[in-house]
């Protein structure tokens, strides 16, 4: 239940340095200070990526990492622009996104080569058998090193970055994010590997082994990879979605989905051994299913979240923070995309900015009150509700305006208005009596 008066006042500004009993705050030490642990996190990736740049170009040669680089990155922009599309209702910031790109491409790649060479060439003295040991180290070992290496981002963005990680859309987006910058990395490798092939083959054009890599790799199953961390982000973002009591459920949630996403990954891996024509049955009756069915629940899950922010946001309208038409623009993409760029064509860039960092806070805060309202919000509630409101009130001046246009242009019927939650009017309880004329003033008392 929101916490707010029914008339809202200005918020307070800062606090100052008192502590909870009144006393001053105490000073972190000095490995808790923010720019130790981002520098730290810098440097180790930093570093993996030289490593892992020395290895791949030592496997492929210059000309084979050069090439595979170029190929390799083509996909890359595409999943990025299809995660962050399905993140736009209440999107995550830049850097966890560079963080989880820059961790499977570089930290998780680095695992992943270093433990699948060693494990692999273990087998293979202890068994004497090579050929084994290739197909073991494909099909059961390096499942399980990458997809645990994968999800050691997943697992840091929701211990340490928890209000950015708030259910399922946010533990795909993360966990996509994170494989894509892995599969970048193992594509490099495979296609330059391929080249250097070819250089001593002689092949070119389509019979070429780099055209074949890269058909495979490239353009029949970029989403491999991300498909299979996606299991594991579903499983943080079903936990995410926990009560902070359920600590049982909150840990055996991503185990699970981390075992499902090695069980799909060894079984694609394995597909080649399954006979002739084993890897494109396994990748047309089991991987193109797959991707269409989490296609769907992601997409699903976008559109639940938008009915959320339309239920829980007229408490707000009630209490006299939001405007009455705000609920149903901050619960349609195409009423907050005519938001923006009412502000963009009227104010410049940075009203529209401005109205999109009031979206993303909106729908946060109606998340807050669902999390709330259904007894899995932390013990914070109330100090996060009034941030979220604080940072509303700082920028209504400018979204406020754009909202009510945007809700009145997007309405299905123009003619007919929308529902203000709590308000009689002549259409009966919960509707006005009329639209609002064009010059409508939302702040006129």
Not at 134 to 146: F, K, R, S
């Amino acid at each position: 239940m929101a916490s707010s008066p029914p008339y809202p006042t200005q918020p307070p500004g800062p606090q100052g340095p008192a502590g909870p009993a009144g006393g001053t705050l105490r000073h972190p030490h000095w490995w808790q200070r923010r720019w130790v642990r981002y520098g730290a996190l810098i440097t180790l990736l930093a570093l993996s990526g030289l490593v892992i740049l020395a290895l791949v170009r030592q496997q492929t040669g210059t000309d084979g990492f050069l090439v595979g680089l170029g190929l390799a990155v083509l996909p890359v922009p595409l999943l990025i622009a299809a995660f962050r599309w399905l993140d736009r209702v209440e999107p995550g910031p830049w850097r966890n996104l560079v963080f989880a790109f820059a961790w499977g491409a570089c930290a998780a790649a680095l695992i992943a080569i270093v433990a699948n060479s060693f494990a692999t060439k273990w087998i293979a003295t202890a068994t004497a058998d090579p050929s084994s040991a290739d197909t073991l180290g494909a099909t059961v070992i390096a499942p399980v090193v990458e997809e645990s290496a994968k999800a050691a981002a997943v697992l840091l963005v929701f211990l340490f970055r928890r209000r950015d990680f708030t259910g399922i859309v946010d533990g795909v987006v993360i966990a996509g994010i994170t494989a894509t910058g892995f599969a970048f990395t193992e594509n490099i490798l495979y296609l330059g590997t391929a080249f250097g092939t070819d250089q001593i083959t002689g092949d070119r054009g389509i019979a070429s082994v780099t055209a074949a890599t890269f058909f495979v790799r490239v353009i029949m199953s970029p989403f491999a990879h991300p498909l299979f961390t996606v299991l594991t982000g579903i499983g943080f973002g079903i936990a995410a979605l926990s009560a902070p009591r359920q600590h049982v459920r909150r840990v055996l949630l991503p185990l699970g989905g981390l075992l499902l996403a090695m069980s799909m990954h060894a079984f694609w891996n394995g597909s080649s051994t399954f006979g002739e024509y084993g890897f494109f049955a396994v990748y047309g009756t089991f991987m193109v299913p797959a991707f269409g069915l989490l296609t769907w629940l992601v997409i699903w899950t976008r559109q639940r979240e938008l009915r959320t922010v339309r239920e829980e946001l007229p408490a707000y309208v009630l209490a006299g923070w939001l405007g009455p038409g705000e609920p149903f623009a901050l619960g349609s993409m195409k009423a907050r995309r005519m938001a923006r760029d009412h502000a963009r064509h009227h104010l410049g860039k940075p009203a529209a900015r401005a109205v999109a960092q009031y979206e993303a806070y909106a729908t946060s805060l109606a998340f807050l009150r669902h999390r709330g309202r259904r007894g899995r919000a932390g013990a914070d509630f109330v100090v996060r509700e009034g941030e979220l409101l604080a940072e509303l009130w700082h920028r209504r001046q400018v979204a406020r305006p754009a909202l009510e246009y945007a809700a009145r242009a997007s309405a299905p019927v123009a003619a007919t208005p929308w529902p203000v939650y709590g308000v009689q009017g002549a259409y009966g309880y919960g509707y006005p009596a009329g639209p609002y004329p064009v010059a409508h003033n939302p702040y006129r008392t």
